[in-house]
């Protein structure tokens, strides 16, 4: 097997080889580099230390980085296709270009949308409004469901964790206005509680603006509601949890679960009710908890807390005292942005969030090279080679459960680049004149599409990214690693660059989307996609003593004076990191088929390997955004995201000489090798 892959990774090599028109260069930004830094004691700062030092984040940006940048560049050329196919003259009504077009077009006409004001919300608002008594409630939360407005709780149709093959119900929580419940509940924090602060006197802005007289006090029992729901909620850690999060139901039980709320109407409003006989609740505590607080909260409150919801929705599409008050917030106090995009930047992202594969579509035509492609195929392949051969070289796992590790590992669906069958958007009409309308559309289209799938089988050409997505995922019940269009080019992709850099980078990003299968979450997934338990218990308990030492490392990591990575909550983003990177690492050594790499630019192949895992991890931030990424993202800052995985790579001792003393030295014995 090891002969037989270590041919493939050869032909593929030279292969790649050919691409290049002359010889290929390392790939590494050295002007970015910061030499007075020793790789050996802090290995982020010496390859983007200049960077570090010389860079300003954009002043509309909240962070700036690779994927930013990225994002950056990619969002002209996006902008470009919209307006070519504004400029096209014989699109015909209904046509996707005529969609993307005219979504465009009802954005970009501010003035129309000041002069308008908060009309277009009108009827939806008395909607809300005319609710008469808590009987209403259900239907409207599903209402506002449909239509993309944040409620309580939420209903989505996804695949059965325990039985992938059909489309399930689940129900999870739902409904702050705050990224996440420690704005509201950790009172000892200044930060968060001046964010709180804030917030409330934005809700009753945006009230104002809405025509409330009682905007003030009706913010303060926004804010008091949303603080109980807080309460209630599971924490992020806690919900990390596939099995915990797993709670199927006949929908009969939904009434002692949550007592006195209509389940029976509120699922029929959903659509839902007749096609399915069961639900997955995700929080059962919760929402005992909301049904207690929808007891006691009166039904005037709701009905200003769901306008609420619906004005936070509709905001940036509204007059410009609804945008700015709704930038002021939610990027200026959340995030540190002081300064508003380009309007045409935030008019692509509607397009992109409305009809997100039809501008692929075009993204991909214009900007994706078919052997771009080609060449990733079979890094992919080269790398669930490489995994396949750590996995039966594995000390700590058992023959029995290794058997098992392969069996998924086979089952792998790599999707790259786009999809095989593009979505239909037939159904959702755009109109010029309307943008509230076409937001609102837009939402019932995903909503209307996501019931639909219930009663068929699995789509398994849906991709849950689009093709100008700088990003990559992995699913668990699809058990599929998607890499979309346009991450594939610098730095994680460098047709030019010799391969150890690409190796380190892009591979070590499908590396990481592989782990993500093996990491604590996606390891109690099979390779069919279902919730099982395929370990032994000594092996389980080998694994999860390795995951412990990594929540302690990353747990000692501190980006700002008083906040520390939350290890628990990044564990699965770590262990991914921290393996993809060694995956690569050996799939790269696999690829020189035994000859030595090339030194370029005074690096040697093995140096150059981590520094293109160094560099693709480039980011600065400012502290709002830091803040919200510490208490929200399961990934660890960027610095970290470098150093953190080097310390447990043997190879990176062996590339930079790291002895003991150096800042980066960990002794062998406490290296955390997992994968």
């Not at 409630?137 to 409620?151: C, D, T, W, Y």
């Not at 929580?173 to 509680?193: E, H, I, N, T, V």
């Not at 699922?267 to 399915?276: D, E, W, Y």
């Not at 930038?327 to 935030?346: E, I, M, N, Q």
Request: proline share 5%; charged share 25%; hydrophobic share 40%.
């Amino acid at each position: 097997m090891l002969t037989a892959l270590t041919l493939s990774l050869t032909a593929a090599l030279a292969l790649a080889h050919e691409a290049h028109d002359s010889a290929p260069i390392s790939g590494i930004d050295l002007p970015n580099m910061d030499t007075s830094v020793r790789p050996q004691d802090d290995f982020f700062t010496y390859l983007n230390g200049n960077w570090l030092k010389t860079t300003e984040i954009p002043s509309d940006k909240s962070s700036w980085g690779t994927f930013a940048k990225l994002r950056d560049d990619t969002l002209p050329q996006l902008r470009g296709l919209i307006e070519k196919a504004e400029a096209d003259k014989a699109r015909k009504q209904g046509s996707e270009a005529q969609k993307i077009a005219d979504l465009y077009a009802s954005f970009m006409d501010e003035a129309k949308l000041n002069a308008i004001g908060i009309r277009p919300l009108t009827g939806e608002l008395n909607r809300i409004r005319a609710i008469k008594d808590k009987n209403g409630l259900p239907m409207m939360f599903a209402h506002l469901g449909q239509i993309g407005v944040s409620a309580p709780y939420g209903i989505s149709v996804r695949q059965d964790a325990r039985e992938s093959t059909r489309y399930a119900v689940y129900i999870g929580q739902s409904g702050l206005g705050l990224p996440d419940r420690d704005y509201y509940l950790k009172k000892d924090d200044a930060k968060l509680a001046s964010a709180l602060a804030k917030y409330e006197l934005h809700v009753a802005k945006i009230l104002g603006l809405a025509g409330d007289r009682d905007a003030v006090a009706n913010a303060s029992k926004i804010v008091a509601l949303e603080t109980q729901l807080a309460e209630a909620q599971w924490t992020k850690v806690q919900n990390r949890d596939p099995v915990k999060r797993y709670n199927k139901m006949p929908i009969k039980q939904l009434a002692e679960l949550a007592p006195g709320f209509d389940w029976g109407h509120a699922l029929a409003a959903a659509g839902v009710a007749n096609k399915v006989d069961y639900v997955i609740v995700n929080q059962p505590s919760y929402l005992t908890s909301f049904a207690a607080v929808l007891d006691k909260t009166d039904l005037a409150t709701w009905k200003v807390y769901l306008q609420w919801q619906l004005l936070r929705e509709a905001s940036p599409f509204l007059s410009k005292d609804f945008a700015d008050a709704h930038f002021d917030f939610y990027s200026t106090v959340l995030t540190g942005v002081a300064v508003k995009p380009p309007r045409w930047k935030t008019g692509v992202a509607l397009v992109e969030a409305s009809l997100g594969e039809a501008l692929g579509k075009l993204y991909v035509a214009d900007y994706f090279p078919p052997e771009r492609k080609q060449r990733m195929d079979q890094l992919v392949k080269n790398l669930l080679a490489a995994y396949q051969t750590s996995i039966d070289n594995l000390d700590w796992m058992s023959p029995a459960t290794k058997i098992e590790a392969q069996a998924k590992l086979a089952k792998f669906t790599p999707k790259i680049g786009y999809p095989n069958k593009w979505r239909d958007y037939a159904s959702l009409t755009i109109i010029k004149a309307d943008l509230i309308g076409n937001v609102l559309r837009a939402a019932n289209y995903r909503h209307a599409r996501m019931i639909a799938k219930l009663g068929k089988p699995i789509d398994r050409d849906e991709w849950g990214m689009t093709p100008q997505t700088i990003n990559a995922y992995y699913s668990s019940t699809m058990n599929e690693i998607v890499f979309p269009a346009a991450i594939l080019q610098p730095p994680f992709f460098d047709a030019r660059a010799d391969d150890a850099v690409n190796y380190g980078a892009i591979g070590a990003v499908i590396g990481h989307e592989i782990s993500h299968g093996f990491d604590d979450g996606g390891s109690q997934s099979d390779g069919d996609g279902n919730l099982r338990d395929w370990w032994s218990k000594e092996d389980r308990a080998n694994f999860k003593a390795k995951a412990d030492a990594l929540v302690k490392q990353y747990d000692g990591y501190s980006p700002l004076p008083g906040y520390h990575v939350n290890g628990a909550l990044t564990l699965g983003e770590n262990i991914a990191d921290n393996s993809g990177v060694a995956i690569a690492y050996k799939a790269y050594q696999l690829s020189l088929g035994g000859k030595p790499a090339p030194v370029i630019d005074g690096f040697t192949g093995d140096q150059r390997f981590f520094m293109g895992f160094g560099q693709i991890w480039r980011v600065k931030m400012r502290e709002a955004q830091q803040i919200l990424q510490i208490k929200t993202d399961p990934h660890s800052p960027g610095q970290f995201r470098t150093n953190g995985p080097v310390v447990n790579q043997p190879g990176f001792y062996d590339a930079f000489g790291v002895k003991p003393g150096d800042k980066l030295y960990v002794a062998p014995e406490q290296r955390i090798i997992i994968w």
